[in-house]
């Protein structure tokens, strides 16, 4: 019995420890690097924001720059996202925008169908329906970006819910924070689950 608890001790450290290398792999990776900055200040302007006017304009911006049209399901590059791309390319670039504001992101994965407790493999389902977006935390409260249409209001996950982006998740709606996934496939590199948030 004791051994049996030794492992099941082991296991759960090990586990413990591998969830936070990938987290903080990922948080490096969504950091925005010089040269990212370089090139969002060159198709956008100026990316310092502080209030949610700041950000509705910005994101308003970025949504009208970066038409929508499918780039690639493999690693997101910034430099090929700019000008075009899906809800999971604005997506990046945004929570990269705000982070470089130090203001905190949490991915948020919707998905349309399945169960409300959902098992790892179903967001790994590419029949699957979903959206990729994220909250960020402004003045104390979390809201959710936008990422297929412009905004025009700062919007908590429950009244985001209620009117629905896209359309096509309109109906029972689950979601999973501090994970992003882009219809069963991770962003980068494409096999390691992207779970993160910063602070």
């Not at 809800?87 to 949490?106: E, G, M």
Request: aromatic content about 12%; proline content about 4%.
């Amino acid at each position: 019995m004791k051994e049996f608890v030794k492992k099941i001790a082991l296991f759960t450290i090990c586990t413990c420890i591998f969830l936070s290398g990938i987290i903080e792999y990922n948080v490096q990776n969504v950091i925005p690097t010089k040269h990212e900055i370089e090139l969002l200040e060159s198709a956008y302007g100026s990316l310092s924001v502080s209030n949610k006017k700041d950000i509705i304009e910005l994101q308003n911006k970025i949504f009208s720059t970066c038409k929508t049209e499918y780039v690639s399901d493999g690693e997101i590059k910034i430099e090929k996202v700019l000008y075009r791309g899906l809800c999971y390319d604005r997506s990046l670039i945004l929570q990269k925008i705000l982070i470089l504001n130090d203001i905190p992101i949490r991915p948020l994965y919707l998905y349309f169908g399945g169960s409300t407790d959902t098992p790892l493999d179903l967001i790994l389902d590419k029949r699957l329906c979903s959206h990729s977006t994220f909250e960020f935390k402004l003045e104390g409260k979390w809201y959710v970006m936008y990422t297929n249409r412009k905004m025009n209001k700062m919007e908590t996950i429950n009244a985001y819910l209620k009117q629905i982006d896209p359309p096509f998740l309109s109906g029972k709606t689950n979601y999973i924070r501090f994970v992003s996934n882009r219809n069963g496939r991770f962003i980068s590199p494409c096999g390691l689950p992207d779970i993160y948030f910063t602070k």
